[in-house]
């Protein structure tokens, strides 16, 4: 299997983790000898040192939580804090989360306890020193004791998925360019640095890939027809409204049939994986009646949701 369909394989398979896609994804940045993809990978394994450099999916509007003591005793506690009742100039720093640190830390935290009082989801505590400043002036006779910012854990899960699918669709139009980009030396650059750069902005920056929720078990478009996991014949239905011919249809069922036959492990198995590329290609040559970046689009959001992918 070649560097460009490892790639592939575990950017849909939920059981590798991120970390893992990414230190593979750097081998194909020093190979395909392109800056921008490689310092992207880098922030994402190792995070972010500015706000300033974060990508938007890594921005969070957010709502900040507290407690509260009054006198006599009285008190509030998990109240939500109105942005309004905060100092214009604070503001941002209680409704807006910056996620800075390396991918890995969400992929953690995201399975890990909430320790902050936000139930199901998790928390960002504020800075002691802006609930020193501000912590009797937000409610009328009571002073805020602790606070946070809460983030859900759907959030947190998008972030995860986003990062998935950007790289998915950035090796899929890659391979699109050259399927061999993965396998060449050093020396040599398989894809003028304009078109890689063209490709990261479209499908890494820009995302030109859907963020599907996990598990999500359909998926609708303008036409009305969806896809059902497990269901071959609304993948069908799905694909032909779409453009793609019928002797297309007609190999893809045969490469499930295939797959399904030889046992195999990964989400996607080498026929119905060659069966993607094969399209990806004629979306490129324009044999597909669709844009590249489209196709990719596509052919991810109905192969995720057919499969389940959780």
């Not at 992207?40 to 999916?57: A, H, I, Q, S, T």
């Not at 007609?250 to 049939?257: A, N, Q, T």
Request: aromatic content about 8%; charged content about 25%.
């Amino acid at each position: 299997m070649s560097l460009l369909q490892e790639i592939q394989s575990d950017a849909v398979d939920a059981n590798v983790d991120i970390p893992v896609v990414l230190r593979k994804c750097k081998i194909l940045a020093a190979r395909l000898k392109n800056d921008e993809f490689k310092l992207w990978v880098e922030r994402e394994l190792n995070g972010y040192v500015c706000k300033e450099d974060l990508p938007e999916y890594r921005k969070l509007s957010v709502q900040s939580y507290g407690n509260f003591v009054g006198i006599g005793g009285s008190g509030l506690r998990k109240q939500i804090i109105p942005p309004s009742m905060v100092p214009e100039k604070y503001r941002e720093l209680v409704t807006v989360e910056y996620l800075m640190e390396p991918i890995s830390h969400y992929a953690y935290v995201s399975t890990i306890e909430d320790k902050t009082g936000a139930g199901e989801n998790l928390g960002s505590i504020w800075p002691a020193d802006l609930i020193a400043y501000i912590g009797s002036e937000i409610f009328r006779d009571m002073t805020c004791t602790s606070a946070w910012r809460q983030i859900s854990r759907g959030s947190i899960a998008g972030l995860l998925d986003t990062v998935r699918n950007r790289i998915l669709g950035f090796v899929l139009d890659v391979e699109a360019e050259a399927p061999d980009a993965g396998e060449v030396g050093l020396s040599n650059r398989p894809v003028s640095e304009e078109r890689i750069s063209q490709i990261f902005n479209t499908t890494i920056i820009e995302g030109n890939v859907a963020n599907l929720a996990a598990g999500s078990q359909t998926i609708s478009h303008e036409t009305h027809i969806v896809v059902v996991r497990d269901d071959l014949d609304s993948l069908k239905k799905y694909l032909m409204s779409h453009g793609v011919d019928e002797c297309d249809l007609e190999e893809l069922e045969d490469c499930v049939r295939e797959d399904a036959e030889s046992g195999a492990e990964d989400v996607l198995g080498d026929k119905v994986g060659t069966w993607i590329r094969k399209m990806i290609n004629k979306a490129a040559k324009g044999t597909w009646d669709i844009t590249t970046s489209l196709a990719t689009k596509l052919l991810t959001e109905a192969f995720l949701t057919y499969y389940g992918v959780k």
